[in-house]
Protein backbone atom coordinates (compact mmCIF):
# COMPACT_ATOMS: atom_id res chain seq x y z
CA UNK A 1 0.00 0.00 0.00
CA UNK A 2 1.45 3.34 -1.11
CA UNK A 3 -1.81 5.12 0.46
CA UNK A 4 -3.85 3.89 3.74
CA UNK A 5 -6.96 5.13 2.66
CA UNK A 6 -8.81 4.62 5.79
CA UNK A 7 -12.61 4.39 6.56
CA UNK A 8 -14.07 4.47 10.41
CA UNK A 9 -16.97 2.19 11.67
CA UNK A 10 -18.12 4.17 14.99
CA UNK A 11 -16.82 8.08 14.03
CA UNK A 12 -17.97 9.62 17.62
CA UNK A 13 -16.74 11.35 20.62
CA UNK A 14 -12.81 9.15 20.33
CA UNK A 15 -12.47 10.10 16.66
CA UNK A 16 -12.86 14.22 17.24
CA UNK A 17 -9.82 15.06 18.16
CA UNK A 18 -8.45 12.29 19.58
CA UNK A 19 -7.49 9.53 17.17
CA UNK A 20 -9.59 11.27 13.81
CA UNK A 21 -7.56 13.86 12.58
CA UNK A 22 -4.57 11.97 12.61
CA UNK A 23 -5.78 9.72 9.84
CA UNK A 24 -5.47 12.63 7.56
CA UNK A 25 -2.48 14.90 8.76
CA UNK A 26 -0.22 11.55 8.11
CA UNK A 27 1.64 11.31 4.74
CA UNK A 28 0.94 8.39 2.81
CA UNK A 29 -2.69 8.14 4.97
CA UNK A 30 -6.30 9.86 4.15
CA UNK A 31 -9.53 9.57 5.81
CA UNK A 32 -12.00 8.25 2.96
CA UNK A 33 -15.30 7.09 4.85
CA UNK A 34 -17.00 7.02 8.13
CA UNK A 35 -19.99 5.04 9.44
CA UNK A 36 -22.24 6.14 12.21
CA UNK A 37 -25.71 4.75 12.99
CA UNK A 38 -26.87 8.28 13.28
CA UNK A 39 -27.07 9.72 9.82
CA UNK A 40 -27.33 13.37 11.11
CA UNK A 41 -24.08 12.93 13.20
CA UNK A 42 -22.23 10.61 10.67
CA UNK A 43 -22.72 13.30 7.88
CA UNK A 44 -21.76 15.90 10.47
CA UNK A 45 -18.49 14.63 11.13
CA UNK A 46 -17.55 13.95 7.13
CA UNK A 47 -18.65 17.27 6.63
CA UNK A 48 -16.69 18.95 9.77
CA UNK A 49 -13.54 16.59 8.59
CA UNK A 50 -13.55 17.16 4.96
CA UNK A 51 -14.35 13.30 4.79
CA UNK A 52 -16.00 12.53 0.94
CA UNK A 53 -18.35 9.79 1.91
CA UNK A 54 -20.36 8.77 5.02
CA UNK A 55 -22.68 5.69 6.10
CA UNK A 56 -25.39 4.51 8.88
CA UNK A 57 -24.34 0.27 7.63
CA UNK A 58 -20.75 -1.16 8.39
CA UNK A 59 -20.99 -3.49 5.75
CA UNK A 60 -21.24 -0.33 3.05
CA UNK A 61 -18.21 0.81 4.65
CA UNK A 62 -15.97 -2.45 5.29
CA UNK A 63 -17.10 -3.14 1.23
CA UNK A 64 -16.38 0.59 -0.01
CA UNK A 65 -13.34 -0.30 -2.89
CA UNK A 66 -11.48 2.82 -1.70
CA UNK A 67 -11.24 2.02 1.57
CA UNK A 68 -8.36 -0.52 2.49
CA UNK A 69 -7.96 -0.26 6.01
CA UNK A 70 -10.48 0.01 8.84
CA UNK A 71 -10.70 1.98 12.41
CA UNK A 72 -12.81 0.14 14.46
CA UNK A 73 -13.93 2.68 17.18
CA UNK A 74 -17.03 1.71 18.31
CA UNK A 75 -17.82 0.16 22.18
CA UNK A 76 -16.38 -2.85 23.22
CA UNK A 77 -19.09 -4.90 22.85
CA UNK A 78 -18.71 -4.55 18.90
CA UNK A 79 -15.38 -4.77 18.53
CA UNK A 80 -15.12 -8.45 17.50
CA UNK A 81 -17.60 -8.14 15.34
CA UNK A 82 -16.00 -5.38 13.32
CA UNK A 83 -13.11 -6.50 13.18
CA UNK A 84 -13.32 -10.25 12.30
CA UNK A 85 -15.86 -9.01 9.06
CA UNK A 86 -13.49 -6.20 7.93
CA UNK A 87 -10.44 -9.07 8.28
CA UNK A 88 -12.16 -11.60 6.31
CA UNK A 89 -13.26 -8.36 3.34
CA UNK A 90 -9.13 -8.62 3.17
CA UNK A 91 -8.65 -5.02 4.78
CA UNK A 92 -6.15 -4.79 8.27
CA UNK A 93 -7.76 -3.42 11.05
CA UNK A 94 -7.05 -0.60 13.71
CA UNK A 95 -9.37 -1.32 16.99
CA UNK A 96 -10.25 0.37 19.77
CA UNK A 97 -9.33 -0.53 23.07
CA UNK A 98 -10.02 -2.64 25.12
CA UNK A 99 -9.61 -5.08 22.54
CA UNK A 100 -12.78 -7.04 23.37
CA UNK A 101 -14.68 -7.41 25.79
CA UNK A 102 -12.70 -11.07 27.14
CA UNK A 103 -9.34 -13.20 25.86
CA UNK A 104 -11.96 -15.28 24.33
CA UNK A 105 -13.00 -12.97 21.75
CA UNK A 106 -9.59 -11.43 21.70
CA UNK A 107 -7.98 -15.05 20.35
CA UNK A 108 -11.30 -15.40 17.86
CA UNK A 109 -10.10 -12.09 16.45
CA UNK A 110 -6.35 -13.46 16.45
CA UNK A 111 -7.22 -16.42 14.22
CA UNK A 112 -9.47 -14.29 12.13
CA UNK A 113 -5.89 -12.06 11.41
CA UNK A 114 -3.83 -15.01 11.07
CA UNK A 115 -6.33 -16.74 8.46
CA UNK A 116 -6.94 -14.06 6.46
CA UNK A 117 -3.30 -13.29 6.41
CA UNK A 118 -4.50 -9.39 7.62
CA UNK A 119 -2.53 -7.12 10.12
CA UNK A 120 -4.47 -6.15 13.13
CA UNK A 121 -3.52 -3.27 15.59
CA UNK A 122 -4.66 -2.09 18.79
CA UNK A 123 -5.27 1.26 19.87
CA UNK A 124 -2.86 1.17 23.06
CA UNK A 125 -1.64 4.33 21.52
CA UNK A 126 0.87 4.59 24.88
CA UNK A 127 3.48 2.88 23.73
CA UNK A 128 4.02 5.18 20.93
CA UNK A 129 4.16 8.40 22.75
CA UNK A 130 7.19 9.98 23.50
CA UNK A 131 6.53 10.48 27.81
CA UNK A 132 6.07 6.77 28.10
CA UNK A 133 9.56 5.84 25.56
CA UNK A 134 11.60 8.40 28.12
CA UNK A 135 10.15 5.67 31.43
CA UNK A 136 11.17 2.70 29.13
CA UNK A 137 14.65 4.37 28.03
CA UNK A 138 15.30 5.36 31.41
CA UNK A 139 14.17 1.55 32.89
CA UNK A 140 16.67 -0.02 29.87
CA UNK A 141 19.40 2.02 31.08
CA UNK A 142 19.39 0.27 34.46
CA UNK A 143 19.98 3.02 36.52
CA UNK A 144 17.38 1.60 39.07
CA UNK A 145 18.96 -1.90 38.96
CA UNK A 146 16.54 -4.80 38.77
CA UNK A 147 12.74 -4.48 38.84
CA UNK A 148 11.08 -5.53 42.28
CA UNK A 149 7.84 -4.02 42.11
CA UNK A 150 5.04 -1.85 40.99
CA UNK A 151 2.56 0.24 42.50
CA UNK A 152 -0.70 1.16 40.30
CA UNK A 153 -3.01 3.60 42.31
CA UNK A 154 -5.62 5.20 40.38
CA UNK A 155 -8.58 6.87 42.36
CA UNK A 156 -10.98 9.61 41.33
CA UNK A 157 -14.39 10.90 42.24
CA UNK A 158 -17.74 9.81 40.53
CA UNK A 159 -18.64 11.84 37.19
CA UNK A 160 -21.96 13.78 37.12
CA UNK A 161 -23.45 11.24 34.79
CA UNK A 162 -22.87 8.57 36.97
CA UNK A 163 -25.17 10.22 39.43
CA UNK A 164 -28.38 10.55 37.48
CA UNK A 165 -29.37 7.03 36.46
CA UNK A 166 -30.94 8.13 33.18
CA UNK A 167 -27.81 9.98 32.31
CA UNK A 168 -25.38 6.71 32.90
CA UNK A 169 -23.27 6.49 29.88
CA UNK A 170 -22.00 2.96 27.59
CA UNK A 171 -18.99 3.48 29.60
CA UNK A 172 -20.70 1.77 32.88
CA UNK A 173 -23.38 -0.35 31.12
CA UNK A 174 -21.58 -3.98 31.53
CA UNK A 175 -23.19 -5.61 28.42
CA UNK A 176 -21.29 -3.04 26.37
CA UNK A 177 -18.14 -1.58 28.12
CA UNK A 178 -17.21 -5.00 30.07
CA UNK A 179 -17.13 -3.88 33.84
CA UNK A 180 -17.40 -0.56 34.13
CA UNK A 181 -14.49 2.31 34.33
CA UNK A 182 -11.92 -0.24 35.19
CA UNK A 183 -12.41 -1.93 31.30
CA UNK A 184 -12.18 1.78 30.24
CA UNK A 185 -9.36 3.01 31.88
CA UNK A 186 -7.17 0.52 33.73
CA UNK A 187 -6.21 -1.64 30.22
CA UNK A 188 -4.27 1.72 29.63
CA UNK A 189 -1.86 1.06 32.76
CA UNK A 190 -1.34 -2.51 32.46
CA UNK A 191 -0.69 -2.41 28.78
CA UNK A 192 1.98 0.05 29.44
CA UNK A 193 2.96 -2.15 32.13
CA UNK A 194 3.75 -5.04 29.92
CA UNK A 195 5.46 -2.42 27.22
CA UNK A 196 7.98 -1.44 30.50
CA UNK A 197 8.58 -4.48 32.44
CA UNK A 198 7.81 -7.25 30.48
CA UNK A 199 4.77 -9.73 30.13
CA UNK A 200 2.28 -9.49 33.44
CA UNK A 201 2.58 -13.94 33.68
CA UNK A 202 -0.40 -14.02 36.32
CA UNK A 203 -3.12 -11.47 37.65
CA UNK A 204 -5.47 -11.94 40.88
CA UNK A 205 -8.32 -9.24 42.04
CA UNK A 206 -11.13 -8.56 44.07
CA UNK A 207 -14.15 -6.46 42.43
CA UNK A 208 -16.43 -4.19 44.74
CA UNK A 209 -19.31 -1.56 44.18
CA UNK A 210 -19.53 0.10 47.22
CA UNK A 211 -21.15 3.61 46.04
CA UNK A 212 -23.70 1.50 44.70
CA UNK A 213 -24.76 4.18 41.63
CA UNK A 214 -23.94 1.88 39.00
CA UNK A 215 -24.11 -2.18 38.00
CA UNK A 216 -20.13 -2.14 37.30
CA UNK A 217 -17.57 -2.62 39.79
CA UNK A 218 -15.88 0.91 41.17
CA UNK A 219 -13.69 -0.53 43.54
CA UNK A 220 -10.90 -2.93 42.73
CA UNK A 221 -7.84 -4.27 43.90
CA UNK A 222 -5.19 -6.56 41.78
CA UNK A 223 -2.04 -8.64 42.38
CA UNK A 224 0.28 -9.00 39.76
CA UNK A 225 3.28 -10.95 39.03
CA UNK A 226 5.55 -10.35 36.46
CA UNK A 227 7.46 -13.41 33.97
CA UNK A 228 10.39 -11.19 34.93
CA UNK A 229 9.74 -11.88 38.59
CA UNK A 230 9.04 -8.64 39.60
CA UNK A 231 5.57 -8.41 41.43
CA UNK A 232 3.35 -5.78 41.36
CA UNK A 233 -0.35 -4.47 43.40
CA UNK A 234 -3.03 -2.23 42.21
CA UNK A 235 -6.19 -0.29 43.24
CA UNK A 236 -8.74 1.41 40.95
CA UNK A 237 -11.16 3.37 42.65
CA UNK A 238 -14.25 5.55 41.09
CA UNK A 239 -16.62 6.76 43.93
CA UNK A 240 -13.32 8.40 46.35
CA UNK A 241 -14.04 12.27 47.28
CA UNK A 242 -12.21 14.82 45.00
CA UNK A 243 -9.57 14.71 48.32
CA UNK A 244 -8.51 11.41 47.25
CA UNK A 245 -7.53 11.71 43.55
CA UNK A 246 -4.75 9.87 42.26
CA UNK A 247 -3.10 8.77 39.43
CA UNK A 248 0.52 7.22 39.92
CA UNK A 249 2.69 4.27 39.21
CA UNK A 250 5.81 3.62 40.63
CA UNK A 251 8.48 0.92 40.05
CA UNK A 252 10.62 0.41 42.50
CA UNK A 253 14.59 -1.37 41.42
CA UNK A 254 17.33 -2.47 43.63
CA UNK A 255 19.03 0.78 43.44
CA UNK A 256 15.83 3.57 43.07
CA UNK A 257 12.74 4.33 41.69
CA UNK A 258 10.59 5.68 38.72
CA UNK A 259 7.21 7.77 39.40
CA UNK A 260 5.11 8.98 36.09
CA UNK A 261 1.38 8.62 35.86
CA UNK A 262 -1.03 6.91 33.36
CA UNK A 263 -2.99 10.00 32.27
CA UNK A 264 -1.86 13.08 33.87
CA UNK A 265 1.26 12.83 31.95
CA UNK A 266 2.92 14.95 34.87
CA UNK A 267 6.73 14.74 34.63
CA UNK A 268 8.67 11.86 35.37
CA UNK A 269 10.96 11.34 38.51
CA UNK A 270 13.79 9.35 38.43
CA UNK A 271 15.03 8.95 42.41
CA UNK A 272 18.33 7.29 43.22
CA UNK A 273 19.44 7.63 46.52
CA UNK A 274 19.34 11.50 47.66
CA UNK A 275 19.53 12.06 43.82
CA UNK A 276 16.45 13.24 42.33
CA UNK A 277 15.46 14.34 38.34
CA UNK A 278 12.64 14.81 36.26
CA UNK A 279 11.86 14.72 32.75
CA UNK A 280 9.19 16.30 30.91
CA UNK A 281 7.81 15.23 27.24
CA UNK A 282 5.56 17.16 25.29
CA UNK A 283 1.91 15.49 24.25
CA UNK A 284 0.95 15.09 20.43
CA UNK A 285 -2.03 17.35 19.90
CA UNK A 286 -3.78 14.43 18.51
CA UNK A 287 -2.98 11.75 21.11
CA UNK A 288 -3.09 8.83 18.67
CA UNK A 289 -0.94 9.85 15.82
CA UNK A 290 1.90 8.71 17.19
CA UNK A 291 0.87 5.13 16.52
CA UNK A 292 -0.95 5.47 13.70
CA UNK A 293 1.87 6.65 12.10
CA UNK A 294 3.78 3.33 13.10
CA UNK A 295 1.09 1.44 11.58
CA UNK A 296 0.73 3.54 8.20
CA UNK A 297 4.47 2.68 8.32
CA UNK A 298 4.10 -1.08 8.99
CA UNK A 299 1.31 -1.54 6.10
CA UNK A 300 3.80 0.84 3.86
CA UNK A 301 6.42 -1.63 4.49
CA UNK A 302 8.61 0.55 6.33
CA UNK A 303 8.37 0.43 10.27
CA UNK A 304 6.67 -1.56 13.09
CA UNK A 305 3.65 -0.95 14.94
CA UNK A 306 4.23 -1.39 18.98
CA UNK A 307 0.78 -2.44 20.00
CA UNK A 308 -0.59 -5.98 18.35
CA UNK A 309 -2.65 -7.69 18.44
CA UNK A 310 -0.65 -10.25 20.79
CA UNK A 311 0.10 -7.52 23.32
CA UNK A 312 -3.15 -6.30 23.20
CA UNK A 313 -4.90 -10.12 23.98
CA UNK A 314 -2.26 -10.36 26.54
CA UNK A 315 -3.21 -7.17 28.32
CA UNK A 316 -7.37 -8.67 27.92
CA UNK A 317 -6.23 -12.01 29.60
CA UNK A 318 -4.77 -9.91 32.37
CA UNK A 319 -7.84 -8.30 33.37
CA UNK A 320 -9.63 -11.38 33.07
CA UNK A 321 -7.33 -12.41 35.56
CA UNK A 322 -8.53 -9.36 38.09
CA UNK A 323 -12.40 -9.42 37.61
CA UNK A 324 -13.48 -13.09 37.11
CA UNK A 325 -12.77 -15.54 39.98
CA UNK A 326 -11.12 -18.69 38.25
CA UNK A 327 -10.82 -22.30 40.65
Excluded at 109 to 121: D, I, N, P, V, Y
Excluded at 191 to 205: K, M, N, Q, T, V
Excluded at 290 to 309: F, H, K, N, Y
Aim: some cysteine.
Amino acid sequence: METIKWGIIGAGDVCEKKSGPAFYKIEHSSLVAVMRRNEALAKDFALRHGVPRYYTDADLLINDPEVNAIYVATPPSTHKEYTVRALEAGKPVYVEKPMAMNYGECMEMLMASERTGQKLFVAYYRRALPYFRKVKELLDSRLIGTILSVEIHYTRPPQLTDLIPEQHTWRIKKAIAGDGYFYDLAPHTLDILDFLLGEISEARGITQNLGGLYEAADTISATLQFRSGAVGTGLWSFVTSPASTEDSIRITGAHGEISFNTFAFQPIRLAIGESVQTFETAQPEHIQQPLIQSIVDELRGVGRCPSTALSAARTSKVIDGIIYVFP
